[in-house]
């Protein structure tokens, strides 16, 4: 609740290039909660609506533990390292494995 | 800043008391200091950032919607505030969060389904369900005498045996 204006702010011009891939860095994230969530499947959305996507890397096991429990990790493309997350450009990973 | 501006803590045998302004610049403190009190009760890690996750999730509506401007609060004349009482009845940990803004009942509430608004890409209304996935128990009370009241319970994992 407290930073997600601040990450909006930071998205809110690349979102709307056509056909933009946005990797976020997430090594830092200490903690999400519903509103970040909620904004990371809004940022998808709209990523999706331009042709592009929206890919997370480096989330902290802790957070990645907590999504995943949640079921967010359906949804949300989440990688392990920047690296796997541009391969997957070749290869679009499938949310649900 | 003035002494409405500060958390104020009462630790003692029996738990934790936090008194806070019923603002978001406070959440990351109390989150804070529930994790802090819920490693020392003895809950793994895995659960504590649950219990991180369903009390902010409390704390936040509260402060997003109960103390919203124009909201009906209980007591208009003071400012936002929210008091959590933490404390251990045998092998359940007990959170009282309490506040004066308008009134509404989590245990009553009966949104969608989680994997429902997952499944439609909804980008909001998460936070119930997140307090009702990980809390063992959510209970509501509100009267205009003594504010509204969640009450999240967690029982305390039990120790595996050992081993034969």
């Keep these: 609740m407290e930073n997600y204006p601040r990450l909006e702010d930071l998205l809110a011009v690349q979102i709307q290039q056509p056909h933009a891939t946005i990797v976020l860095d997430c090594k830092n994230l200490q903690y999400i909660g519903s509103i970040g969530l909620g904004g990371l499947i809004k940022f998808s959305n709209q990523s999706r609506a331009q042709g592009g996507e929206l890919k997370l890397v480096n989330v902290p096991e802790r957070v990645y533990k907590i999504i995943t429990s949640l079921g967010f990790t359906r949804v949300l493309q989440v990688y392990q390292t920047e690296d796997e997350a541009l391969a997957s450009l070749a290869s679009p990973k499938n949310c649900d494995e | ?164």
Aim: contains cysteine; aromatic residues 8%; glycine residues 6%.
């Design chain 2, 1 to 164: 800043m003035n002494e409405s501006d500060k958390i104020v803590l009462q630790q003692s045998a029996d738990g934790l008391s936090v008194f806070t302004p019923g603002h978001s610049c406070y959440l990351e403190q109390i989150r804070a200091l529930v994790c802090a009190h819920t490693r020392k009760i003895g809950f793994p890690e895995d659960e504590v950032a649950k219990i991180e996750i369903a009390v902010d999730e409390v704390c936040s509506n509260i402060i997003q919607h109960a103390y919203a401007t124009g909201a009906k609060w209980c007591w208009p004349d003071r400012p936002p505030e929210i008091r959590l009482n933490l404390c251990m009845e045998q092998d359940q940990l007990i959170i009282a969060i309490t506040h004066h803004g308008a009134s509404f009942d989590y245990a009553a509430d009966c949104p969608d389904r989680m994997d429902v608004r997952l499944q439609r890409l909804h980008t909001d209304g998460y936070g119930i369900f997140i307090i009702r996935k990980f809390m063992d128990e959510v209970g509501y009370t509100s009267s205009d005498a003594t504010g509204n009241t969640i009450r999240l319970i967690k029982y305390l994992p039990t120790s595996p045996s050992p081993s034969p």
